[in-house]
């Protein structure tokens, strides 16, 4: 059995928790384009930290998904790429949000 | 930097090849962006200590390439309790059919310690075998299954199951007694097995029943034995090896149906049936000689008196027996009449 004071409980807790609030802070975010690095500043000045290795490799699945149209651009001499909320991704996303508001609501209420 | 350009490198090894530059690309892209930032912050470049306790922090390569690689198993979450019962059941079987063919060979062979030995070296490459042969076995069906999930994203679960199709609830009424485990039903399958085993060696190797003595019957000179085992025998030995391949099939019908845990009424009461059939057969036995002579004419004498002595303790045992058989069988019909009664009426309660 697992011990319940373990930090690695805490942290699996913690991760699966994290994982379905970070896709919607990305999407909300890329209502705005952004690229890789400017996206996770942006979300880190929100106060949502998110490592490099958890960031964009979920960019490029919710590209996959259809969720996120993105080029590649010149910025400040360099190429980057740019990603921006879909027409499916706009709508998923007005669907997600509603659906975190309403357990939102549920979880505050148990609480 | 040189670094940056390293730490690309081998993250590089671990993505899927087809995405490789596009990723690498992007990633250089965010590390400069980031490195530029904090050089900008510092107002100097980054010192090679700084620059390895930065890389060091975002991730090893595999880690920040492992989330770019699509999730792959070989057998997923859905068939491991399946893969893993059935390995066991495996592991099990071999080993027992290992164990008790090795038995055989050894016996039957020339026995010594090195007959043995090889018998138990060759167990794990045995196990690895027939493991590797479930595994490979089990990520088809997982290949098959996902690709057939892939073809049908729309209603995954949907079409795979019905509720109807559950299996009915098992009474776990059985006459005031635990429900039988899983384990019990196996051992019990398994030790049918190798009864059926025993039973179809005894006709080429009599010594498994009889031991030393098996030689006695067939001896010659002047130990030569003058009894014989009547035909009747071979009508039973064959009641008894269809019976038994009934109640395996049985037994091995509710393994697999997971229906183990209570037989059904009914059967019990068949096989019970079932079982007197050999000692009828016994006791129909012509003269009530289950026990001969080789030679009437020579021994009849000599040995009558003991061949008659002999037939008529097993008549007494026989008749025993049947006695036994017929009070269980009656006790059995009186358990699940009155199981039956109290069940309904409890529903009408």
């Not at chain 2, 485990?181 to 010594?207: D, H, I, N, Q, R």
Request: with cysteine; net charge positive; charged share 20%.
């Amino acid at each position: 059995m697992t011990d319940s004071s373990d930090p690695r409980t805490f942290d699996n807790l913690r991760l699966e928790l994290r994982r379905g609030c970070l896709v919607l802070a990305v999407l909300a975010a890329l209502r705005q384009e952004h690229h890789g690095y400017a996206l996770r500043k942006a979300l880190a000045e929100r106060g949502l930290e998110i490592e490099e290795s958890t960031l964009y490799p979920l960019l490029r699945r919710l590209e996959t998904q259809g969720l996120l149209a993105s080029e590649w651009r010149e910025e400040g001499k360099r190429n980057k790429r740019f990603y921006r909320l879909s027409a499916a991704g706009k709508k998923i996303f007005a669907q997600l949000l509603q659906e975190w508001q309403a357990i939102n609501a549920s979880v505050q209420n148990i609480l | 930097m040189e670094l940056i350009e390293r730490y690309l490198q081998a993250v590089r090894k671990h993505l899927p090849w087809k995405r490789q530059d596009d990723i690498i690309a992007e990633l250089r892209a965010n590390l400069e962006s980031q490195l530029e930032d904090k050089e900008a912050e510092l107002g100097r470049p980054l010192t090679a200590g700084e620059a390895e306790a930065w890389l060091q922090q975002i991730g090893s390569p595999r880690r920040m390439a492992a989330p770019y690689c699509p999730q792959r198993y070989l057998i997923g979450p859905t068939l491991y309790p399946v893969f893993w019962l059935v390995m066991l059941t495996v592991f099990l079987w071999v080993m027992i059919i290992h164990v008790f063919g090795s038995a055989v060979q050894i016996a039957t062979g020339s026995p010594s310690w090195s007959a043995v030995l090889d018998a138990v070296r060759s167990v794990p490459s045995m196990l690895l075998m027939n493991g590797a042969w479930v595994v490979l076995i089990f990520a088809v069906i997982e290949f098959a299954v996902h690709a057939r999930s892939k073809s049908n994203a729309s209603a995954p679960d949907s079409s795979d199951w019905s509720p109807s199709d559950l299996p009915p609830v098992q009474n776990e009424s059985t006459g005031g007694q635990k429900p039988r485990s899983y384990a019990c039903a196996m051992v019990e399958t398994m030790f049918g097995v190798l009864f059926l085993v025993w039973l179809l060696l005894l006709p080429k190797y009599p010594y498994l029943l009889l031991g030393p003595g098996a030689a006695f019957p067939h001896s010659s000179g002047a130990n030569v034995s003058p009894f014989r085992l009547a035909p009747v025998w071979s009508q039973v030995y064959w009641c008894v090896l269809v019976l038994n391949l009934i109640q395996l099939g049985w037994n091995c019908r509710d393994l697999l149906c997971g229906a183990w845990r209570a037989p059904k009424p009914s059967r019990r009461i068949a096989l019970s049936v079932l079982g007197l059939v050999p000692l009828g057969l016994l006791l129909a036995a012509r003269d009530r000689s289950w026990v001969t002579l080789k030679d009437p004419a020579l021994d009849g004498a000599r040995y009558g008196a003991a061949l008659d002595a002999i037939n008529h303790a097993l008549y007494v045992v026989f008749v025993i027996l049947c006695t036994i058989f017929v009070l269980r069988l009656v006790w059995i019909i009186g358990r699940i009449c009155l199981d039956s009664f109290r069940r309904r009426a409890a529903a009408q309660q």
